[in-house]
């Protein structure tokens, strides 16, 4: 059975290579001709094991092989043998996994070679950060994760954002991903390279190097800035171990390495916040990715946030989104063992609510059965002793795996539920509108907006401005700028909604106090770099500005619970572009067949200008007052000079790719997940000098 396991599996999560689509091997075989000649038996294996998926990237969510051949031996190592792949790596014999491990990444060690010549001169060297302003220390640039950012504490205007040019490209080696959101203290950016486990310190000015430091796991959430005593601060993050590092952002030393996990399926997604000495970190779950094989016994992960001390690393409290283990709970149709309660994790960076010293999270669906009442919720937490404040529940029933896109057997339970996946991968924001009411706002993936009362978890308003879809909804989050009393939510769905034109992929500008739509942005062609004239936002009509609805969303009544149900990466709409790209080599050029609209990033406000993107790569900026395009650049290109000498490619927009400081607006490109384009830059724009 061991030969037809991995495709069988490919057959159960819903895909299934097409015989005659280009192998994308092909492409990497031409870049390693002298491998090439003498066939590796890794390449056998792959061929056996893994090519179902990894082939066809858009259909199941996996890298290319090309992607992935870019990873250094221990991401690879690790992927199969405690990661992403793990369940999957069982069935293969222990020779084979050697053979794969071995002949997957293209290069043997991890390459640091470059950084001796990319290195700052002695003089530029220091982190300075004595006096230096704090520009933007976590995913949410502050700690109530309005993501917003001042013309003042960055050095560039609304104004400015219409004459941008590209300042200097850093590329870095062996990681087809930039998913985690840099941060900037005075003229150092720090930013991690997180597939192939390296955090760097970078000059604002040049993209010299500082200094760099070294993981020996994965690096995977967005970075957070703290002041430590006597002057010294630490860059806190997670890696997909589920460990939270801090490391000396003077010297680039680890300070401590904290494993938070509470058993092997968790990992850290969502960046670890920083308040009165406090790390608080959100658990996720590595699980959602297993069930299709129908002999795994589904699930026994579960989500939390957990509290360290930030100068010893000690844990100090857990705070557990279900309060009971999993449990054996029932057979499935084909006899495996099923357990739960499970699931209910925390993607998202964790808001901070000051006044009510208050931890704020969103929770995803259950895995399996039974559903609990903290799934796809909003929960508040004390941060001095992790008790349960309150809970708001925004779906109520959904349990989602991998397993639902063909409903395998890990996908069917008894009573009513409803599989749509529509948990909160988008950190929720805490704002203060006009007449001084605060409300924590909420976006799903289900396409809806919430507003809550801070205080008791009560709902204030909500409006339904999307279809909703597995990838979103509201994807990673949203922005608010305080001038307008705006919130800007991007729309990752790939299709609007017959009923409403005004849904769809793009942006919504809402008001805070209603949460009525004042314009909408619906990304086209141009998007994917189709050179047509650039649409306006349009200001919808009445009836679709305000379409609140009730919480929670409940399960369709029990006879139609068999409604169709979202495949793990739902195919688009929308056809997207082949996953068989190189980083290294695909020019932006190349035949594109397909074009991804969605809005998958979360947004980011700079001085009332709103920067967005979409995962086929555009980079657009609004005016957050209007909706007036005020500048647009394709980032899904080649950029064969970069400062760190290393090939570059710009790829697709998402997770949290902008920040801005010190005079320039700095963009990540590239993200090989779902069939996404890969890329392996930091752009940095400054406005033209003329
Ligand atoms: C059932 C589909 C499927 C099969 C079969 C499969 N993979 Fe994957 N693989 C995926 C998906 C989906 C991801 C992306 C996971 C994520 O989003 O982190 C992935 C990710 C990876 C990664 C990247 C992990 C990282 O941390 O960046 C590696 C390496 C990998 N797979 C290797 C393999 C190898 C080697 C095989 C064959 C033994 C294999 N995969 C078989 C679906 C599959």
């Known amino acids: 059975m061991a030969a037809g396991r991995a495709l069988a599996l490919a057959l159960a999560m819903g895909m299934l290579a097409s015989a005659c689509a280009p192998r994308p091997g092909e492409a990497v075989a031409a870049e390693h001709g002298a491998e090439a000649a003498a066939v590796h038996p890794g390449e056998a294996a792959y061929e056996q094991w893994c090519a179902s998926c990894h082939d066809n990237g858009a259909e199941t969510g996996a890298p290319s092989l090309a992607a992935i051949r870019t990873l250094n031996r221990a991401t690879v190592k690790y992927a199969l043998e405690l990661g992403y792949m793990s369940q999957l790596a069982t069935d293969v014999p222990k020779e084979e996994l050697a053979q794969l491990i071995d002949w997957i990444p293209s290069a043997e060690g991890v390459n640091d070679t470059w950084i001796e010549a990319a290195r700052c001169p002695v003089k530029a060297r220091e982190v300075r950060l004595d006096g230096a302003p704090r520009i933007s220390t976590t995913f949410g640039v502050t700690n109530d994760a309005t993501r917003a950012q001042s013309a003042e504490a960055t050095g560039i205007s609304a104004e400015q954002m219409k004459d941008l040019e ?138 939390a946030v957990v509290a360290l001390d930030l100068a010893s690393g000690e844990k100090l409290w857990l705070g557990r989104t279900i309060n009971e283990d999993a449990k054996p709970t029932r057979l499935g149709r084909t006899g495996t063992q099923q357990w739960g309660p499970a699931g209910a994790m925390v993607w998202s960076t964790p808001t901070i609510d000051p006044k009510r010293n208050l931890v704020i999270i969103g929770t995803g669906e259950n895995l399996s059965w039974p559903a609990t009442e903290t799934s796809d919720a909003i929960i508040a937490y004390d941060i001095d002793t992790g008790e349960r404040r309150w809970v708001f529940q925004a779906t109520k029933a959904d349990i989602w795996n991998s397993a639902c896109g063909r409903r395998g057997a890990n996908c069917d339970w ?15 924001m805490l704002v203060t509108t006009g007449n001084g009411t605060e409300l924590i706002i909420a976006g799903q993936k289900s396409g809806v907006v919430w507003a809550l009362n801070p205080d008791t978890g009560q709902l204030v308003w909500s409006n339904k401005i999307g279809r909703g879809s597995a990838m979103g909804g509201v994807h990673w989050g949203m922005a608010y700028d305080d001038a307008s009393e705006m919130i800007f939510a991007p729309m990752n769905d790939p299709s609007a909604m017959p009923e409403n034109p005004n849904t769809g992929p793009g942006i919504h500008a809402l008001n805070a106090s209603t949460g009525a739509i004042a314009w909408s942005y619906k990304t086209n062609a141009r998007d994917c770099g189709e050179d047509i004239p650039a649409a306006m936002a349009n200001q919808p009509a009445p009836e679709w500005r305000l379409v609140p609805i009730a919480a929670p969303i409940l399960p369709p009544p029990p006879r139609i619970t068999q409604a169709p149900v979202q495949a793990p990466a739902a195919p688009r709409a929308v056809p997207t572009e082949g996953a068989s790209r190189s980083p290294a080599s695909a020019p932006a ?102």
Not at 263 to 278: F, Y
Not at 414 to 428: I, L, R, V
Request: hydrophobic letters at 40%; glycine letters at 12%.
């Open 166 to 303: 590209v300042a200097w490209v850093a590329a870095f080696p062996q990681t087809p991903t930039m998913r985690s959101q840099p941060v900037i203290v005075g003229d150092t950016i720090f930013v991690a390279a997180t597939d192939s486990g390296r955090l760097y310190a970078l000059d604002t000015n040049t993209g010299c190097v500082k200094w760099h430091y070294v993981s020996d796991m994965t690096l995977r959430s967005s970075l957070t800035f703290a002041e430590m005593a006597r002057g010294k601060g630490a860059i806190v993050m997670g890696d997909a171990a589920g460990k939270v590092h801090a490391v000396d952002a003077q010297t680039g030393r680890a300070l401590w390495v904290t494993d938070v996990k509470m058993n092997s399926l968790n990992r850290i997604t969502g960046a670890p916040v920083v308040h009165n000495g406090k790390v608080l970190a959100p658990i996720s779950v590595i699980e959602s990715n297993f069930p299709p094989d129908d002999g795994y016994e589904c699930c026994k992960g579960q989500g």
């Open 589 to 690: 050029s190349a035949p594109r067949a397909r074009c991804r609209l969605g809005m998958s990033p979360a947004p980011l406000v700079i001085d009332g200008a709103v920067i967005t993107g979409t995962s086929q790569g555009m980079l657009r900026v609004f005016d957050g007052a209007t909706g007036a395009v005020l500048f647009e650049y394709m980032t899904n290109r080649a950029f064969p000079e970069t400062v760190t000498g290393i090939a570059g490619q710009g790829g697709s927009l998402d997770s949290a790719p902008y920040i801005a400081g010190d005079g320039a607006l700095f963009v990540q490109s590239g993200y090989a997940r779902f069939g996404q384009p890969p890329g392996n830059v930091l752009i940095a724009f400054r406005p033209k000098t003329h």
């Open 414 to 428: 008894p009573g009513e539920y409803h599989s749509p996946d529509h948990d909160f991968g988008a950190t929720s």
